[in-house]
């Protein structure tokens, strides 16, 4: 397994280890993941990979929850693309027959950097031969959730104009750990893509702010910020980009956001461009309210996702 030290990692390995897998987990620094056997490797070097992940031992399948965690155009090639590149040259060279890809829904309309840079390895898994699948899920209930904390403090919950441009099906960690760990053994699974969102109907940013202020029980105050100020900031960051790399990079987190405050999380019809949260497919059980009373009640700590917006 890769990416075992991640939200959707961490969750995925615990559903491997209690369907009885011997679990195996590739990571870059020493980590304590329950369950599972842990080996350091250098993913940057394709031998260190292979030396000291695969060890010349037998592996059935590579189940990858690993990604960028930035999401900047050379951390996201090197990670996204070029460090799977490299275990799946390694799992190649070991015999394994199938392998299982989180990539995102957002990959349907590529428009940054990481998108293309996971588009490149989708599309070197699927011509590898290998068995795959490759899910792509909506959104994580941790890239919903970095409002609640100001929100409990009385402040209104910024929207992106009205708050409804946007829809996607959250998706619970655990849940979504069910739905990889099950496409080892469901043929319906295999040599598929996989556009997966969480259960009931699709919820735009309007709905997440109301649901919010009802159970806090306060009447629902909003703040609209235009979009248009942050295709400005893109714009300016990527001039002043050109001469300081480091703007350069912030352009890009400045297009990330511009990117989710106006594209769906949901299955995209290419032929008219339109967002389908009909044709989006469901798994488990948990919904993003239930989680939102969780954490109001103190059961569930929050983890921010790192391409919040807000
Ligand atoms: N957030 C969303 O709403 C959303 C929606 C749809 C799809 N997705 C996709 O779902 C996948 C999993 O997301 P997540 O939120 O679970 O990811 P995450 O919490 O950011 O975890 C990323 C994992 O990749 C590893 N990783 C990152 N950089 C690495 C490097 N240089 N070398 C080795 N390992 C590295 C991390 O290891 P360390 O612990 O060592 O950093 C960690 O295990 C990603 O592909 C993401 O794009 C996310």
């Not at 394994?96 to 989708?122: G, N, T, Y």
């Not at 750990?177 to 496409?183: M, T, W």
């Given at each position: ?16 280890v ?10 870059r620094?020493?980590?304590d ?7 350091q ?35 996201a ?13 390694a ?26 840079a ?21 959104a994580?209930?941790k ?15 910024l ?19 069910e ?24 919820i ?20 609209r ?7 400005t ?7 002043v ?12 987190l400045?297009r ?55």
């Amino acid at each position: 397994m890769l990416g075992a030290t991640g939200t959707i990692g961490r969750a995925t390995a615990a559903a491997l280890v209690q369907r009885g897998h011997d679990v195996v987990c590739l990571v870059r620094a020493p980590a304590d993941i329950p369950g599972v056997s842990i080996r350091q490797v250098d993913f940057a070097d394709r031998a260190s990979v292979a030396r000291n992940g695969f060890a010349g031992e037998r592996v059935d399948a590579v189940v990858s929850c690993m990604a960028s965690r930035t999401g900047t155009p050379d951390d996201a090639w090197a990670i996204d693309h070029r460090a799977h590149c490299h275990v799946l040259d390694a799992a190649q060279a070991a015999g394994v027959a199938q392998f299982v890809l989180v990539s995102a829904i957002c990959v349907q309309k590529p428009r940054l950097a990481f998108q293309h840079a996971k588009l490149a390895f989708e599309a070197a898994l699927i011509a590898s031969g290998l068995r795959y699948s490759i899910v792509r899920p909506t959104a994580f209930f941790k890239s919903l959730s970095g409002q609640i904390e100001r929100v409990r403090r009385g402040k209104p919950f910024l929207v992106f104009g009205d708050g409804t441009l946007t829809a996607c099906k959250p998706i619970s960690d655990h849940d979504l750990a069910e739905y990889i760990a099950d496409c080892l053994t469901d043929g319906s699974r295999w040599n598929r893509i996989l556009p997966i969102g969480g259960p009931g109907p699709a919820i735009t940013p309007r709905q997440q702010g109301e649901a919010l202020f009802a159970m806090l029980g306060r009447a629902p105050r909003f703040s609209r910020v235009p979009v248009a100020l942050l295709d400005t900031i893109a714009a300016a960051l990527g001039l002043v980009g050109r001469i300081v790399p480091s703007l350069a990079v912030k352009a890009e987190l400045a297009r990330i956001g511009r990117y989710y405050a106006t594209e769906s999380m949901l299955v995209r019809d290419p032929a008219t461009g339109r967002y389908d949260a009909e044709a989006t497919p469901s798994a488990g059980t948990q919904t993003l309210f239930e989680y939102y009373r969780a954490v109001i009640d103190g059961a569930q700590p929050v983890e921010r996702g790192d391409h919040a917006v807000f």
